[in-house]
């Protein structure tokens, strides 16, 4: 393998050289600038391949016609120009629109939506390809409109929207075959393939790769065959099947090494390395074979990547292969190439690349124990990710999909480093400073994780108003910060007087573990199984710090949950003789940020009270719902839908012409993975999370949002993670600065006692909204009928718990 990997050093040592990590580190500020000097120093000597600004200028200059203009874009994109073909092909789609040219505007919009797919920017890809699909299918061309479909299919795919996909590659598929089109049907196939694997259908996913390799046989497109055996071997790594990624990936190395050098062929032997840089990690006794296979592609696409000076296609060869020799254990080697890497994805403009490869540079600096390097990388690398991190596709077939299991480790493995500083420094303040930039660090990952949830770049609001809600924290309050790491857990919380770090040598998959076993349990109400459970998760995350809650006068947690723990309520947990709700007021929120950190205003409250006690839409009655709502009505001014006075329509409006602080639904509310799975249910539709924020506000519109958003029969999937955080969001999502919610749907009668008590204690002005809610479980837990945690737990405070 070493023998292989040195072969490469004459090659990769005649790029530009790069400027030491030295350099990088202790001149950051001034690094952009100065490589952007010395490149330009050398463009005279490198030719003029690489297209520039003026080169492009001169080339309007004359004045090309448009069909001459689309082969000039063409060759933008067929030698990997991307960004200089994105502003092209845009300037080029209006010239079309003002010539009134349809099909040229369609086809211009169509190649500007593959050079921005090919540099991440899929949401704007989505919209070039939704105007071209409007304009094109007033036309009689078929074949276009095809290839328009198919790409749009491909680019919901990638944007989570699985079944707008599904939908649209059937059209494509049919019209592809009206018009013989076999590559463009081979090319439907493969993201079919994908589509499945994203919805862990394997098997399908398998066969449709299998039909796209056939069919592009068929025709003579060796690549088309390629992607559709890369996209295998990836399938095949995500499960597992190592030796069968392998196969595949051979096969398609081969079939690669027949092919004339071309970009597009470079570009599939960078794609090709990046799964075998995965696999190489588990298959040691092929390792040789693969990295020679490897190896040979990626010394060919980096020569025509030189030919051609594109930077970006550099870059990308020049991380992988430091990716190989980082898995060779040759780690300097490997920085050195990751410098270059780096370099070239700046020249280019790809933030999507330069993640990457510092990512990768951090994790190569923590191999050779440079803590202090480590975390600098990774700091460029957060750096790099945040303002692209809501563009990045969706990328990891047969795998988790969501941002935690892709680009999320660039945060979780930062924090995880600056956690480890701390204990290396000796100043109190130096400690604090690591331990807040690390929870801040997760905090990012936090907002990304609900930005991908609800598909929205804009749902984490950036008010300038909000703050942190430790800033005005009481000294009664603490707030639980855990982070679930590989090797431990860490505990941070906060004080009116400051962040403290509690360390628990318990492993992520232990304490998921444990969640996972409480969950189920607590949901078998006629035994006490789950005690076990609740004991243990009392012991590693509530008796490490309690001594400290003591002396402190600590009576109300706040608790920022994290993956497995947003599943569970902690007021669950016991310490063998109670349950810690007797002890504290409990609530959740999603993040550290607050609109408006004051308790809730109860002078003339007014409730818009809405719910369904029918049997509706195929689910069951809930026949105390009534009772719960006229006896809420009965404490407050307020207005009443109910059955079938409560529709859409009826609560769009009642938002929009009154002004309510109370949002109350007593309806079945389901909360999934997908938040297009989400829904609270009406009379005659179901109201989506996207629909619940646009009717929230309407309210937010008169400067006046719901102080609290009540869901009293919501239910989560046991286990599912992304559905709790769907169920944690919705506080932000829909604009209230708190909401009261059940992570499981119970028993109804319990559920109206349980909601009408709460607001019975909310008329206290001496109690928060987290001590109604505790004192109104614990009331409940009175009742022997009702005394299992099954009942009382699962209801939250999620956001403003004042």
């Not at 090797?487 to 941070?492: G, Q, V």
């Not at 369904?612 to 404490?635: C, K, N, R, T, Y």
């Not at 609290?708 to 919501?714: K, R």
């Not at 829909?734 to 919610?741: E, K, M, N, P, Y």
């Amino acid at each position: 393998m070493a023998g292989i990997l040195h072969k490469l050093n004459a090659q990769t040592d005649s790029l530009t050289d790069q400027p030491t990590p030295f350099f990088r580190h202790n001149l950051w500020r001034w690094r952009a600038m100065l490589l952007a000097c010395y490149w330009f120093s050398l463009w005279p000597a490198l030719g003029s391949a690489q297209p520039t600004q003026a080169m492009l200028a001169a080339l309007e200059a004359e004045q090309p016609s448009l069909i001459a203009k689309q082969h000039i874009g063409a060759k933008l994109l067929e030698r990997g120009f991307y960004q200089d073909a994105v502003a092209y092909f845009r300037s080029l789609a209006s010239q079309y629109r003002q010539a009134g040219d349809v099909l040229g505007e369609a086809n211009a919009l169509f190649n500007l939506a593959a050079a921005q797919r090919a540099i991440g920017m899929y949401g704007r890809a989505t919209r070039s390809l939704e105007v071209a699909a409007n304009l094109v299918k007033n036309t009689n061309d078929r074949g276009l409109e095809a290839h328009i479909l198919s790409s749009l299919a491909g680019t919901y795919l990638y944007a989570g929207k699985l079944d707008k996909a599904a939908s649209l590659f059937v059209q494509a598929k049919a019209k592809a075959a009206l018009t013989g089109d076999v590559q463009l049907e081979a090319l439907i196939l493969n993201d079919q393939g994908n589509l499945h694997a994203f919805e862990k259908r394997y098997d399908k996913a398998l066969q449709a790769y299998e039909l796209s390799r056939y069919l592009a046989d068929k025709v003579n497109k060796p690549l088309v065959a390629v992607r559709a055996q890369t996209n295998a071997a990836l399938v095949h790594y995500g499960r597992q099947n190592y030796a069968e990624s392998e196969r595949y990936i051979d096969a398609a190395f081969k079939q690669l090494r027949a092919e004339p050098i071309s970009y597009e062929k470079a570009h599939a032997a960078v794609k090709l390395g990046e799964i075998t840089q995965k696999l190489l990690q588990h298959t040691q006794q092929a390792n040789q074979a693969l990295a020679s296979l490897c190896v040979a592609e990626l010394n060919e696409a980096l020569g025509l990547a030189s030919q051609l000076h594109n930077q970006r296609l550099t870059s990308h060869v020049l991380g992988v292969l430091a990716g190989i020799y980082a898995n060779a254990g040759q780690l300097q080697d490997a920085l050195v190439l990751n410098e270059k890497a780096i370099f070239y994805a700046q020249q280019a403009d790809s933030p999507d690349l330069l993640y990457k490869w510092e990512w990768q540079a951090g994790k190569a600096q923590m191999s050779l124990g440079n803590l202090d390097e480590a975390i600098q990388y990774y700091r460029f690398a957060k750096d790099a990710l945040q303002p692209i991190r809501h563009e990045l596709t969706r990328s990891n077939l047969g795998d988790s999909i969501s941002f935690r299991e892709t680009q999320g480790g660039v945060y979780l493995e930062l924090a995880d480093l600056l956690l480890q500083k701390s204990s290396a420094v000796k100043e109190k303040q130096a400690i604090s400073g690591y331990l807040l930039e690390a929870r801040n660090t997760v905090e990012s990952q936090k907002e990304a994780e609900l930005q991908d949830y609800f598909k929205d770049s804009c749902v984490v609001n950036t008010d300038s108003q909000e703050t942190l809600i430790d800033e005005t924290l009481a000294d009664n309050t603490a707030v639980i910060y855990p982070i679930l790491l590989p090797d431990r857990t860490e505990l941070l919380v906060s004080y009116s007087s400051g962040i403290e770090r509690y360390t628990v040598a318990k492993t992520e998959a232990q304490v998921t573990q444990q969640v996972r076993e409480l969950r189920i349990k607590l949901e078998k109400r006629k035994t006490r199984e789950y005690l076990p459970y609740s004991k243990t998760l009392y012991d590693w995350l509530i008796s490490p710090m309690e001594a400290d809650f003591k002396q402190r006068g600590i009576d109300t947690l706040v608790v920022v949950s994290d993956q497995a723990l947003r599943t569970i309520p902690l007021s669950v947990l016991h310490d063998g003789e109670n349950f810690l709700i007797a002890k504290y007021a409990i609530a959740t929120t999603p993040g550290l940020k607050m609109t408006d950190p004051s308790p809730l205003n109860r002078d003339h409250l007014k409730i818009l009270l809405s719910g369904l006690s029918e049997p509706v839409q195929g689910f069951p009655a809930l026949q105390h719902v009534q009772g719960e709502l006229e006896e809420i009505q009965d404490l407050y001014v307020g207005e009443l839908l109910l059955n079938r006075d409560f529709v859409t329509s009826s609560i769009s409006s009642a938002l929009q012409n009154t002004s309510y602080s109370v949002t109350h639904i007593a309806s079945h509310s389901v909360f999934t993975g997908d938040v297009d799975g989400s829904y609270i249910l009406t009379y005659d539709d179901r109201i989506t999370v996207d629909q619940l924020g646009k009717y929230a506000a309407l309210s937010r519109n008169r400067d006046k949002p719901i102080e609290l958003l009540t869901l009293s029969a919501c239910q989560t999937a046991a286990g599912d993670d992304r559905a709790a955080l769907g169920l944690a969001g919705v506080a932000i999502k829909s604009g209230a600065r708190s909401a009261l919610a059940t992570l499981w749907e119970i028993n109804d009668q319990a559920s109206a006692i349980l909601v009408t008590e709460f607001y019975r204690q909310l008329l206290d002005k001496n109690l928060s909204k987290a001590q109604a809610l505790q004192h109104a479980q614990n009331k409940l837990m009175e009742n022997v009928r009702y005394r299992h945690p099954g009942y009382w737990s699962p209801f939250l405070i999620i956001g403003n718990w004042l």
